[in-house]
C-alpha cells in the first residue's frame, strides 16, 4: 500500500517524504527534477517517477507506476504576486492548472486505486484565502479552488477516501527564497505572525504526516490552518 506525493523534491514535499519513510510506509515519488527526484527517491529507498503536472498525460503514468495507492498527498504550488490589474490572462491559468487542475487530475489518475483500497487524500492551499492579502489574486483564485475541490471531493468519495487540505502560511522553501533570502525582510514578515516566526517545512510535514496516519480516520473535508496563527489571530491592537 503506497502513499503518491506530487512535488516530492519541494520542501514540503520532501520534508513530507522523509518523515513518512521514517515511519516505514511505501512510497513512490514524483516531481519534475529528474535528477534531484532519483537522489531523494535512492537515499529513501522508494520508487519514483519524473513527472509534469501539466501534462494529464503524466498523471495516469504515475499513478499506474505507484501501485496500490492509498494515499496521494500534492505538494505543488505558485506564488504569483502582482497586483489586480497587472495579472494576465496567462498568469491566472497557468496558476489555476497547476495548483487546481492538476491536483484534480492527479486524484483522477489515483481514483480506481484509491476506491479500490480506501486511503487519504491532502492538497495544499494558503493562508491567503482566509486573511486575504493585496497582490495575490492570481495565487488566491487558484488556491481558493483547492479548496472547493478539497471539499467537494470529501463529500463525493466519503466514507472510503479522506480529503483535506493543508492551508499554511509563509515556509521557507525555494518557492519563496525571493521574500526570505533578505534577513531584514524576513525578520518583518515573521513579525505578522503572532508566534513570530516563519514556518518551516517540517511544521507543514508533521500535519500532514499525521492526516494520512491511522489516528485522523476521523478527520475529512477540513482546511486546516499551519500558520503560525497568521489567519486567525491579532496580537496587537
Not at 495579472?87 to 492527479?106: C, H, I, K, M, S
Not at 477516501?161 to 521574500?179: D, E, F, Y
Amino acid at each position: 500500500m503506497t502513499i503518491l506525493i506530487y512535488g516530492a523534491t519541494g520542501g514540503i514535499g520532501e520534508s513530507l517524504a522523509r518523515k513518512l519513510a521514517a515511519q516505514g510506509h511505501s512510497l513512490h515519488l514524483t516531481a519534475r527534477d529528474a535528477g534531484k527526484l532519483e537522489a531523494l527517491g535512492r537515499e529513501l529507498g522508494v520508487s519514483f517517477t519524473p513527472g509534469d503536472v501539466l501534462d494529464a498525460a503524466s498523471h495516469t503514468g504515475i499513478a499506474k507506476a505507484a501501485g496500490a495507492i492509498t494515499g496521494l498527498a500534492y505538494c505543488v504550488g505558485s506564488l504569483t504576486l502582482k497586483p489586480a490589474h497587472r495579472v494576465t490572462p496567462e498568469d491566472a491559468l497557468a496558476d489555476f492548472r497547476l495548483n487546481a487542475l492538476g491536483a484534480l487530475q492527479a486524484v483522477q489518475a489515483a481514483l480506481p486505486q484509491l476506491k479500490a483500497n480506501g486511503g487519504s487524500v491532502l492538497l495544499f492551499s494558503t493562508v491567503a484565502i482566509a486573511q486575504g492579502f493585496a497582490n495575490h489574486v492570481s495565487i488566491a483564485m487558484a488556491k481558493g479552488a483547492v479548496e472547493g475541490l478539497t471539499l467537494s471531493l470529501a463529500a463525493e468519495l466519503a466514507p472510503k477516501i479522506r480529503v483535506n487540505a493543508i492551508a499554511p502560511s509563509l515556509t521557507k522553501t525555494r518557492l519563496v527564497a525571493g521574500l526570505t533570502g533578505n534577513a531584514q525582510m524576513a525578520e518583518a514578515l515573521a513579525g505578522l505572525h503572532p508566534l513570530q516566526r516563519l514556518g518551516e517545512p517540517e511544521d507543514v510535514a508533521s500535519l500532514a504526516a499525521f492526516l494520512f496516519s491511522p489516528d485522523a480516520g476521523w478527520i475529512t473535508g477540513q482546511i486546516i490552518g499551519v500558520d503560525g496563527g497568521r489567519a486567525s489571530l491579532r496580537t496587537k491592537g
